[in-house]
């Protein structure tokens, strides 16, 4: 029997059922038990089971720590990951966190740990031991990323003195271009980059400051959550600033005596509920001791379960006052916000600024106003 086409069996698996003539004489045992796990997940989207999104030659019904077993077996590391989020984030197959067969085989990521921070009500202390493992690995990998991105923004202010070191925040760009002028070719319009210039930066004295980082624990802002916790350990102790770190939804939490354990501090955390942004402003301005020195940083959605004038009047104050409020839709490594746009333009027009970074952005804002 001629093998099927390798080409025509990944179409084939793409597409389904439907396009079974790409397949006359079937796929192969390989490709028809992908079909079988694929469909599995997959075949829960309304619009797949309308198409008859159905498995090849191997057993349907599945088990999850089945079909895990199975993508482990059957799908290189870079698919596994993808399939695993699309089950937890997409399909919120909540066994995948809260089985310990299969937390014991699944592989630590992001995605798991936001399934771990939501469902963790739902685990008994076996299986929450468990779940403290993806955890601490997640979490261990963000830091080591974080840290120096984060940090570097604090090493002092950008001065005109050259330097060796390639980073592009600290890039050149009127020094690099009179370096390079040489090198300009008139026939193509282009100025060839053959000595890129870097600024270094001193560091310098700078008064104290505050950060005070207020975070929407509803079950949107999961990713914010995680990479605020991450981000506040990563500037706690730094020379010149002190940093809060506060949790709200319809109450609000002070998570600064855990910041230096931001394992222990996301196991605390309680995803979804209400959200009063409001309460959480008024706590966070009662933090504040010199407010012409200090950064607000609200993480939310700005969809206000509260009090929404009374949020806007607490916004204006603050700035008024001469304190920095920044108000972000989000904050994680993509930077992509989902919010409320007109609470956003109206937080705009009493002085805040508003957008969506990541942790290093945020660590480039405050260290600006720092070292004015």
């Not at 930066?201 to 999961?222: C, F, I, N, P, T």
Request: with cysteine.
């Amino acid at each position: 029997m001629t093998e099927p086409d390798p080409a025509l069996q990944r179409w084939r698996l793409v597409l389904g059922e439907p396009a079974g003539t790409l397949c006359p004489g079937g796929l192969s045992q390989g490709a028809a038990d992908q079909d079988t796990a694929l469909t599995w997940l997959y075949g829960r989207d309304p619009d797949n089971a309308k198409r008859d999104l159905r498995g090849g030659a191997g057993d349907s019904d599945l088990t999850t720590v089945d079909w895990l077993d199975t993508v482990h077996r059957l799908f290189p590391k870079e698919t596994i990951e993808r399939l695993e989020r699309d089950a937890v984030e997409r399909y919120q197959i909540d066994d995948v966190v809260t089985n310990p067969e299969v937390l014991a085989r699944v592989e630590p990521n992001q995605a798991l740990l936001g399934a771990v921070l939501r469902t963790k009500h739902l685990m008994n202390p076996e299986v929450l031991a468990l779940a403290r493992r993806i955890v601490e690995r997640v979490v261990r990998e963000l830091l080591d990323k974080l840290r120096t991105e984060v940090r570097t923004s604090f090493h002092g202010t950008r001065v005109r003195r050259p330097s060796n070191i390639p980073l592009a925040r600290n890039f050149d760009f009127r020094g690099t271009i009179k370096a390079n002028l040489g090198h300009y070719r008139p026939a193509d319009k282009r100025l060839v980059i053959e000595r890129p210039r870097f600024h270094s930066r001193a560091r310098k004295h700078v008064e104290q400051w505050q950060l005070v980082l207020l975070v929407d624990q509803s079950g949107s802002m999961v990713d914010s959550v995680i990479h605020s916790a991450v981000t506040a350990a990563c500037l706690w102790g730094l020379p010149g600033l002190r940093t809060h770190l506060i949790a709200f939804d319809t109450n609000v939490v002070d998570l600064t005596a855990d910041v230096t354990d931001p394992v222990e501090l996301l196991m605390k955390v309680q995803l979804g509920g209400g959200t009063n942004i409001a309460k959480a402003v008024q706590y966070g301005a009662g933090l504040i001791t010199t407010p012409r020195r200090c950064v607000v940083a609200l993480i939310s959605d700005f969809y206000e379960g509260g009090d929404s004038e009374r949020l806007v009047g607490l916004v204006r104050s603050l700035c008024q006052q001469g304190t920095e409020f920044l108000g972000l839709a989000a904050l994680d490594g993509e930077a992509t916000p989902n919010y409320d746009r007109e609470m956003g333009k109206r937080l705009v027009g009493v002085g805040a600024h508003v957008g969506a970074m990541t942790p290093g952005q945020l660590a480039d804002f405050v260290a600006e106003r720092i070292g004015r």
